[in-house]
């Protein structure tokens, strides 16, 4: 029988990307003779050894693998152990990222570089994201985080998980209909194709017109187009996620609003989706109070983003 040695570490993600290691590797690997998982809650050793590596020495020099590899019974311990930590796995999964935004930033734009887009997508990609950034400018969550960042991260899952261009296009730009008044309607969908620029305003709750719709309205709207759908979801798995750095009222709330409304659509539109909320659903509720170390790395990239905007 195999031995299940852990290490757990305060602030396991490295503060700095290293040779080109992304911060968010969770995986499996292959260190020496074991075989070692790394996720959310630390670096677990499934095989005969006792020995578990620091997390940049496995980095560095394990072999990342798939489980497919392995015999069943590591398939199995995996498998458990993969069950029993997935809430804190898809939590951690968008908030570590959050606290890192360089990183999440370089590794979306290497995403797009090795994906199987077109060059010209990609460049329409490249021009959205700076469209994004410029309409939510100065604009901050109720987290502290600049705001670009959560478009970004909700860019950034959908592209990890193989969307469409008009997908990664619509989850850069979801929010600049509702939060960027000036944002020229006209000039998206010459720059972006009239259809996709349509789902781009489904995504928005106020009309142009300043009308704010109904949620029955809105849910209407967006289960009109899987592109819409399945932004909205990456949007609100954001969305909970990052209700770990908010107030209760609030957060109580959001819960409230995300298991009444939302996880009931998306068990309807999308099973995948609802599976991800529910879970992140049990950490949220499980861990009321945030991460210390985490609120004030989230403080200092806040400080760090004024003191910058008023260097320039």
């Known amino acids: ?14 503060r700095y990307q290293k040779d080109g290691y992304q911060a968010l590797d969770h995986g499996i690997y292959k260190y020496y003779d074991s075989i070692i998982v790394y ?39 995996i498998h458990n152990l993969e069950q029993s930590e997935q ?12 606290l890192y935004p360089d990183i999440l930033q370089n590794n979306f734009n290497s995403l797009v570089k090795e994906s199987n887009l077109l060059p ?15 309409s939510h400018k100065d604009q901050f969550r109720d987290e502290w985080l600049p ?10 899952d959908l592209l990890k998980e193989g969307a469409s261009y008009e997908a990664i296009v619509c989850g850069l730009l979801h929010d600049v ?19 996709l620029v349509k789902d781009i305003i489904k995504l928005s709750k106020t009309t142009r017109s300043g009308k704010k719709l109904s949620i029955e309205e809105y849910l209407l709207n967006i289960s009109s187009s899987n592109t ?13 996620s990052s209700t770990y750095f908010i107030d209760s009222p609030k957060k109580d709330k959001y819960i409230k609003e995300t298991e009444k409304i939302y996880l009931p659509y998306f068990e309807k539109h999308n099973s995948v989706i609802a599976d991800k909320i529910r879970e992140i659903l049990k950490y949220i509720k499980l861990w009321k109070s945030a991460n210390e ?20």
């Open 1 to 14: 029988m195999n031995n299940l040695n852990t290490m757990k570490e305060d602030n396991l993600i490295p």
């Open 228 to 240: 819409t759908i399945s932004v909205k979801g990456q949007d609100r798995i954001n969305n909970i």
């Open 293 to 312: 170390k985490m609120l004030q790395q989230i403080k200092q990239i806040h400080d760090s983003y004024i003191l910058k905007k008023e260097l320039d």
């Open 120 to 134: 010209e997508q990609k460049e329409k990609i490249e021009m959205a994201l700076s469209i994004m950034k410029s």
């Open 177 to 195: 209909v509702e939060d960027d008044k000036n944002i020229n309607i006209k000039f998206l969908e010459q720059t972006f194709w009239e259809p």
């Open 39 to 77: 996720n959310a809650t630390g670096i677990h050793n499934i095989s005969w050894s006792n020995h578990v590596p620091s997390l940049n020495t496995l980095l560095e020099e394990g072999e990342k693998i798939n489980a497919e590899s392995l015999s069943y019974e590591k398939q199995n311990i």
């Open 147 to 156: 705001y670009y960042l959560h478009p970004l991260k909700v860019a950034y």
């Open 87 to 98: 809430g804190r796995i898809y939590t951690l999964e968008q908030i570590i990222p959050m």
